[in-house]
């Protein structure tokens, strides 16, 4: 089946502006996990959805940064008033329950901040 | 919380010869250690993992120990062909349901 899709693939977008990054988790996947990766850098954890329970947002960098999902399935990482230090690549991952192990990711969103 | 260091930062090794990549985490509670494989510009993929109750797993080429005490854990691969080239990762994992802590990487060049 078709596994996690995110869009867009690249954003470009001016400092002050806010961005929404979508996520498309494997169907049937009940758990999605939104991580952050800078140049050179690992992942990040920012927030971490399970069904229909309250997000674990503890790994969200600033209030500026928050994230949605609608229907236990799609899910919209929305920044706001951008900054040059926000630019990386956000990585959606899903794992089919909340006690699975693996989690597959998405093909990220390149996020450029000028 | 949890903490990942991974070591080295970059390997370059000779097709054939074997490479290592080794890690250490903070919390005793973690259960859960998957390793990632990045080729550039492409997304992470799992290429072998191993829980807490176990000491060594191998998939062909690929073999990953974990030592609990010491609380580390070592990915290692045989007879390197120059498609290992990429960036590895390694995670570690509280319980079940919660992120992945993500070491810092470690870019493995194999030259022929």
């Known amino acids: 089946g078709a596994g996690v899709s995110q869009s867009p693939s690249n954003k470009v977008t001016e400092k002050g502006k806010d961005v929404e990054l979508r996520c498309d988790p494997i169907s049937g996947h009940t758990a999605l996990y939104w991580y952050r990766q800078s140049l050179g850098q690992g992942l990040e954890f920012l927030i971490y959805f399970q069904g229909n329970s309250a997000p674990d947002k503890s790994g969200l960098p600033s209030d500026r940064f928050s994230a949605e999902r609608t229907g236990g399935s799609v899910s919209t990482l929305t920044i706001q008033r951008t900054q040059q230090e926000d630019s990386a690549v956000y990585l959606c991952?899903?794992?089919?329950?909340?006690?699975?192990?693996?989690?597959?990711f998405g093909p990220g969103t390149r996020l450029t901040v000028l | 919380g949890e903490n990942v260091e991974q070591h080295p930062s970059t390997l370059s090794v000779q097709e054939g010869d074997s490479a290592v990549i080794k890690c250490t985490y903070s919390d005793s509670a973690s259960n859960y250690f998957p390793w990632y494989k990045q080729e550039l510009g492409k997304r992470p993929q799992l290429i072998i993992d191993?829980?807490?109750?176990?000491g060594e797993k191998k998939d062909q080429r690929i073999a990953v120990t974990l030592n609990k005490t010491a609380k580390h854990f070592s990915l290692h691969i045989t007879e390197t062909q120059p498609e290992d080239s990429a960036v590895y990762f390694c995670a570690a994992r509280e319980q079940a349901g919660t992120a992945l802590i993500f070491g810092k990487g470690t870019t493995l060049s194999v030259s022929s």
């Open positions: 991952a899903s794992s089919a329950t909340s006690g699975a192990d693996t989690q597959y």
């Open positions: 191993i829980r807490s109750n176990v």
